[in-house]
C-alpha cells in the first residue's frame, strides 16, 4: 500500500471520525454520571456516611471542603471534566486509594471472568445450534426449553444451585475466590449459561433462515454434505446477527458479573462497583461509568471490524 | 466519685475461657465450652472464616463500622480490656490513675511490648495516635467521638503518658478499650498514613496476628505474630496465638456461607441466619456459638414532636399493641429474644425487672386510643379524630441497610397496629430523602439499634443534646429534665451503685414514657466446625482468635 494509495486519506478519516464518536460518548457519559449524582436528594457528606454515623457536623465540613463539595455545582462540573482530562479520576472518598489503582487492581479477575464466560457461552451456543438446527423432534424440544431456562433464570440462583451440587455436595470446584483455574468454573458456567440461550436462539434462527435461501440449494445440488452446507455457509451468514448481538452481551457481562461476583466471594469490578453504589462513592462510581463507556466503545469498534471480517461484501464499500 | 488506679483482679485469674462464655452465651446455643476445657491445645494450623461484610475502610481511627473493628481486633490491642462483666482490666497499660475531677488519665505503659515491625510500643506512640485520631485530616467517623471532649496527650516520661480533656470524661476507660482506640506503628503511620484504610502489610500493630495481605471482594489474611505476649489477664493462654494463619473470606450470600461451612471448606461462619440455625443444630459436625449483642436492642423510637405521637397515649397504644412475643418468635425461629429494655441484657445495669412488665394488651391499647379521642372509624376500620384518620409513617431505609428480616417483622406490626386501629404506612426512601427527613424529625417512627457495651448508649438515645442532626441518636426528639439529669451524671460518674441507680431510672421512664418500643435483642450467631475449638466471643460479639486452636 503506497502513500497515494486513496484508501489511506479515508481510513484516517474513518478512524478521526470513530475517536470523536468515543470521545463523545465518554463525555456524555461522564456529564450523565455527575448529573446523577447531583440527583440523589440530601446532602452527598450525609449521604455517603449513611444513616447511624456519629461525625460530627465538623467531620462532614471537612470532608465536605476536602472533595470540593461546598463548590457551586459548575464549579464542582468543570473541575471534574478537567481533572478527566488529565486522566485523573480522584480518589475513592471511602477506600482512601486512587480510583484508577482501585479499578486497575479489580480489572484482571473481572476480564478473565468474563472472557471465559463468553468463550464458553459461543461454544455452547455454536453446538447447540448446529446440532438441532433444521430438525424437528424431543432433541430440539429440549435444546429450546434448556435455553429458555438458562434465559429466564436469574444468574445468582443459577449459581447457589451450581455451588450446592458442585461444590457443596460433590466438593469439585471450591466455593469461592481466585486462588487457580478450579475455582473460575463455576462462576464462568454461572454466567455463560443465560448468554448461551439468547446466542443459541439466535444462531439456530439464522441458521434455519440461510439454510433456506437458494444458495443453500445451489451448494447442496453441487453435492456437498448437508453439514458442510450447514458449516461453511450458512454459519457464516447466520454469525453477522450473532456477532452484534454478541458485542451487546458482553457489555452487559459487567452487569452480570455484580452478581455472580457477590455470590461466588470473587474480587472484581463488580463486587467493586456493588461495593461503590451502596457507598455512594462518587469518585468510584463515576470511574466505573467511564469504564462501562469504554468498553462499549471498544466492543462495538470490534464489533464493526468483525462484520468486515465476516461479510466480504462490506470491505469492497 | 472517681476511682484511681487499675482494679483488682478479683475472680478473672480464675476465669478460662470456658466460664467467660458461659456468662456470654445467649439461648439457643451450644457453647464449645466442655471440649475446648479438657482438650490439649494445639498449635499450627490454618483457618477460615467467613463473614458477610467487607470492611469499607480498614482504617480503625476512621471507619465506623462494626466489621472493622471486629477484623483488626486480631491486629490492634488497647491501652485496657473490658472483661465479660463490664470491669477494667490492664492491657497494654499495667495501670492507670484518673484525675479527680475525671479530667485526666495517667497510663502506666507496659514493658517489652513492640509492633510487627520492631518498632517498641511507648508513650510517644499512643500521643502519636491519639493525635492522628482528632486530626482534621483523618475525617475519623467514629472513633474521633470516643476521646470526647480531647485536648492533648503528654508524654511524661518514655512508659506513662496523661491524656487529658477538656471535661469530666468518665466513658473514656470503655472507649479506650475498644478497637478503635487501638494504636498504629508509628512507622507505619509515618510511612503510610494515607493508606491504612486500604488494609493489607501497611496496617501494623500489636496484636496477636499480622495483616499479611488483602484481596478487595474476596479475603483478607493474618499470619501469627510470634512475638506476642501481651495478651490480657483473662486470655485462656498467655503467648503468640495458636493458629499459624487466619483467613478471612467476605461470602456475602447466607446460603453460600452457610453451605461453605457445612462442606468443610470454612472453619468458621458468622452469622448464621435464624431460619438456618435449626439445620445446623442438627449437624453433628457443626457447633454453635451464640452471644447476646450488647447496646441498644432493634427498637422502634417513636417522634415524640410530631402529632399524634405528642399524645403519651397514641404512644402507649403503640408499646402495648404490638404482639412481639409472636411476631418475634415467627420471624426469628425463637433464634432472637423479644427485648423489654431500651439496652440488651448483656449491657452493664440492665433492667431486669422490665421483664414481662408492658406485655401485649390489644385492651389496653384500645382503651388509651378512645382517651386520646381516637373514638370514630373510618370504612377501612382505621380510627379516626375530626375526620383525619390515624396514620404513623414509618419509612424503610433502602434495601441495602435492612438486615435481619426487618421488613418482614416490620409486616407483623403493622397488622398487629392495624387490629386497634392504626394505619402504618411504610414509603420506601432513597437514602439521601431518609436521612433528611428520619434525623430532620419529619417521620412518625424510626427504627435502628446501636451495639455498644456500656449504658451510656442510653444517652445517645434518650438525651436532649443527642440530636440526630449533629450526630446523635434521640429520634424520640424528646426533651426531658429528669433524663437528661440521669444520662449526664452516669457519663461523669464510677460508682457502680449510683450508675446502676441512674440507669435503671432511665431504662424505666423511657418506658413508662413509651418513647421506644424495644422490639428484639440481636443475637451474634456463630457457626464453627467440630475441628475448631477455643473460640470465643468477646462482649461486643467479635471473635477472640488468639486463644483458637484447630483439633484433630
Known sequence: MSASDPTVPALLRGTARRLAGALAV????ATVAFAALQLIPGDPVTVMLGPGTAATPEVKAQIRAQYGLDQPVLVQYLHYLGRLATGDLGESYQLQRPVADLIGDQLLPTVQLALAALALALVLAVLAAVATAGRRGPARTAGSLAELLAVSSPSYWIGILLL?????QLRIFPVAGDQDLSALVLPAVTLALPLTGVLAQVLREGLETALGQPFALTARSRGLAPAAVLLRHALRHAAASAVTLTGWLTGSLLGGAVLVESVFGRPGIGALSLQGTTNKDMPLVVGLVLLSALVFVAISTLVDLLYLAIDPRLRSR | MPRTGPRPLPLLAAL?????????????????????????????????????????????????????????RNVFD????QDAKGEFQPWLATKWEIGPDLKSYTFTLRDGVKFTDGTPFDAEAVKLNFDRIVAKETKSQYAASLLGPYTGTQVVDPHTVKVTFSEPFAPFLQAASTAYLGFYSPKAIKENGAKLGAGGPADVGTGPFVFTAYTKGQSAQFSRNPDYNWAPADAAHQGPAYLDKLTIRFLTEDSVRLGALTSGQVQVAEPIPPASVKTVQGDPKIKLLSTDAPG??????????????????????????????????SVYFGVYKRAWSPISPTTPDYDKSLENSWPHDKAAAEKALDAAGWTTRDDAGYRTKNGQRLTLEWPLPPAEFVREQRETLGQAIQADLKKIGIEVT????????????VYGGQEHIADYSWARFDPDVLRLYFNSASQPAKGGQNATFYKDAQL????????TTFDKVVRKDLYTKT??????????????????????????????????TWLNFHDAWLGQ
Open chain 1, 26 to 29: 465518554l463525555l456524555g457519559a
Open chain 1, 164 to 168: 450446592t451440587a458442585f461444590s457443596f
Open chain 2, 16 to 72: 478460662s475461657a470456658g466460664t467467660l462464655l458461659l456468662t456470654a452465651c445467649g439461648s439457643g446455643g451450644t457453647g464449645p465450652a466442655a471440649d475446648s476445657a479438657s482438650a490439649t491445645p494445639v498449635q499450627g494450623g490454618s483457618l477460615t472464616y467467613a463473614t458477610d461484610v467487607e470492611p469499607i475502610s480498614f482504617d480503625i481511627h476512621v471507619s465506623q463500622q462494626d466489621i472493622t473493628g471486629a477484623i483488626q
Open chain 2, 78 to 81: 488497647s491501652l485496657v480490656h
Open chain 2, 296 to 329: 441498644a436492642n432493634y427498637a422502634l423510637v417513636l417522634n415524640t414532636s410530631k402529632a399524634p405521637l405528642d399524645d403519651p397515649n397514641v404512644r402507649k397504644a403503640v408499646q402495648r399493641g404490638i404482639d412481639l412475643d409472636t411476631d418475634v418468635k
Open chain 2, 426 to 437: 411504610r414509603p420506601r426512601l432513597d437514602i439521601g430523602t431518609y436521612i433528611k427527613n
Open chain 2, 484 to 491: 437528661d439529669e440521669w444520662t449526664n451524671t452516669g457519663k
Open chain 2, 507 to 540: 431504662q424505666q421512664r423511657a418506658i413508662d414514657l413509651a418513647l421506644i418500643v424495644p422490639l428484639y435483642v440481636r443475637t451474634a450467631v456463630v457457626g464453627q466446625s467440630a475441628q475448631v475449638h477455643g473460640l470465643t466471643a468477646d462482649p461486643n
